[in-house]
């Protein structure tokens, strides 16, 4: 299995859309979780923590379900330029910030 | 505004080229940084985490005296690809430990060997 499963995509939605976003992690000591948005031929920035209680950012909403080591990334209202691949990021444990990355999922939102 | 500057962006070389790539620590006092790879369609995977002062820490499968890590400092880490071939292309990330907070990336290098 691997470390840091994501849904395949891709996704194609028309602006507007409610998209969600699944990540799953084997690692069961792992201890902080992130979204990472990252554009054709660029670096991931970083678009969200995880944090345990959830967490929202405009229309960005982030989920963590430790005990079935399963991380969710929703948005609303999408739009084209919400376009990108999305990542999800786990640590490895410790304080170094070693991070584990999923495959990304691929968004085209269509004006 | 930009924490990590990566350099060069893009390098396209002759096989057999060794290739070094810059990863600068613009406000912060880094001890640790990490490099990651990334090819086509694929997830970003950690090469190795480059302690200043100290030799790198490689994860496994990964060649250590193929890509040499210099962290000299405490604001820049160098990753130098030896002998690179066209399977070393790829896209080289590097980004800092800030502690507490999470990693932010360089702009990476794109790495093309012809």
């Known amino acids: 299995r691997k470390e840091v499963e994501q849904d395949p995509g891709p996704f194609n939605v028309p602006e507007g859309a409610t998209v969600a976003f699944n990540c799953t992690y084997s690692?069961?000591?792992?201890?902080?979780f992130f979204w990472y948005r990252q554009d054709c031929r660029k670096e991931p920035k970083l678009l969200m923590s995880?944090?345990?209680s959830g967490n929202e950012d405009g229309r960005f909403t982030a989920q963590l379900n430790k005990a079935s080591q399963y991380v969710s990334l929703l948005i609303r209202d999408s739009q084209p330029s919400d376009s990108a691949t999305y990542l999800c990021?786990?640590?490895?444990?410790?304080?170094?910030?070693?991070?584990?990355f999923g495959k990304g999922t691929l968004l085209t939102v269509n004006p | 505004g930009a924490v990590v500057s990566q350099h060069p962006s893009w390098v396209i070389c002759k096989s057999g080229t060794s290739v070094k790539i810059e990863c600068r620590s613009l406000d912060f006092q880094a001890t640790t940084m990490f490099w990651y790879r990334q090819f086509p369609k694929q997830s970003l995977m950690l090469m190795a985490t480059?302690?200043?002062?100290?030799?790198?820490?490689?994860e496994q499968g990964v060649e250590k005296d193929k890509f040499l890590i210099n962290h000299a400092s405490l604001t820049l880490s160098t990753l130098t690809v030896t002998s690179a071939h066209p399977e070393d292309s790829s896209f080289y990330i590097c980004s800092l430990d800030r502690g507490s907070q999470p990693q932010h990336f360089g702009d990476g290098t794109r790495l093309s060997i012809l």
């Open positions: 990021a786990v640590t490895s444990g410790g304080s170094n910030y070693k991070l584990t």
């Open positions: 690692n069961s000591a792992s201890q902080s």
């Open positions: 995880v944090y345990s």
């Open positions: 480059s302690n200043e002062g100290s030799k790198a820490t490689y």
